[in-house]
């Protein structure tokens, strides 16, 4: 603490910024290219099939698992539909269509089971997953021969909807041009057809066909383009500069001057005063950029994905 009080008195807080998105994203790149060797060289390519709990590769599984779940709760979470998710889960074995937006667990910290086993995902151009959206490619089972874990593929074409909350299971097909509503279960028994929106639960039904017309693979303008790779990085860097900012603007320039002076049970007093000022000051922060950013929002108004509304 003392060493960051030195800093912010040499450098002041503007100075000093710049250190947090840095070390995030220095942080990211090394996390992420350790689990990446990591998950091939203990567990290789994954296979459809059955692995025994207990075994010898459900051990090193284990341990991949655990990784790619902390690597991506601290370096992918924030770019959820965004380039770099497609691109993370490609360095792990998935087969991901280009204009892919996968979403998955927006709103939710844990890891979904979508990032465990991203070998057996085949996702085309063009696909919207949405959020909260359960991609299950291994299925548990007990017996009276001890339990164990069946791992099947999952194929999703081109031009293909997933409504939030949907499961998908392991050995199941999204046809091209196709799409599931929310909440929807779709597993290898469903034999969903091309060109129809299905909705239900448990099993999704035909409900209406899809108009083929806006099915055509998209063309990017030049903007287009440049704002699908820099949200990566403008997505969770813009996240943690504006909580660094909030965080020392608040705690750091409140007690910097009276540090050398302030008791231990005053410092304790003026804790949970420092911590309310800090989420006013952060809800600010994120009240101001909302209107600045994106307005009042129209009803029903259509934004492309990608554009610069998105």
Not at 25 to 46: E, F
Not at 145 to 168: C, E, F, N, Q, W
Request: with cysteine.
């Amino acid at each position: 603490l003392s060493f960051l009080i030195d800093i912010v008195r040499q450098y002041k807080i503007v100075g000093v910024l710049w250190v947090f998105p840095v070390f995030y994203l220095g942080y990211s790149l090394v996390l992420i290219t350790l689990s990446c060797v990591l998950k091939w060289a203990l567990v290789g390519k994954m296979r459809p099939g059955v692995v025994r709990d207990k075994s010898f590769f459900a051990g090193r599984k284990f341990i991949v698992d655990y990784l790619l779940e902390y690597s991506f709760r601290q370096s992918t979470s924030l770019t959820l539909g965004t380039s770099f998710i497609n691109f993370w889960l490609s360095i792990f074995g998935a087969k991901v269509g280009a204009r892919a937006c996968i979403r998955v667990c927006n709103g939710i910290h844990d890891m979904p089971d979508a990032y465990r086993d991203p070998d057996l995902l085949d996702i085309g151009p063009d696909v919207h997953v949405g959020d909260r959206v359960s991609i299950m490619t291994g299925v548990a089972t007990a017996s009276t021969d001890g339990a164990y874990t069946t791992y099947r593929p999952i194929k999703i074409g081109k031009h293909v909807l997933v409504g939030m909350g949907s499961l998908l299971v392991g050995g199941c097909t999204l046809p091209d041009n196709s799409g599931v509503g929310a909440l929807s279960r779709v597993t290898q028994e469903d034999h969903l057809k091309e060109g129809v929106m299905h909705m239900g639960n448990p099993r999704p039904k035909p409900l209406y066909h899809i108009s083929p017309e806006g099915l055509e693979p998209r063309r990017f303008s030049v903007a287009e383009w440049i704002y699908y790779f820099l949200f990566p990085l403008i997505q969770p860097l813009g996240i943690t500069v504006t909580i660094a900012l909030a965080s020392l603007c608040t705690c750091f320039v409140t007690l910097m001057p009276y540090w050398d002076y302030l008791p231990t049970w005053a410092v304790v007093v003026l804790s949970p005063v420092i911590y309310i000022l800090h989420g006013l000051l952060l809800c600010g922060f994120i009240v101001v950029l909302k209107w600045l950013l994106l307005g009042k929002l129209v009803p029903s108004k259509c934004y492309r994905t990608y554009g610069l509304h998105y």
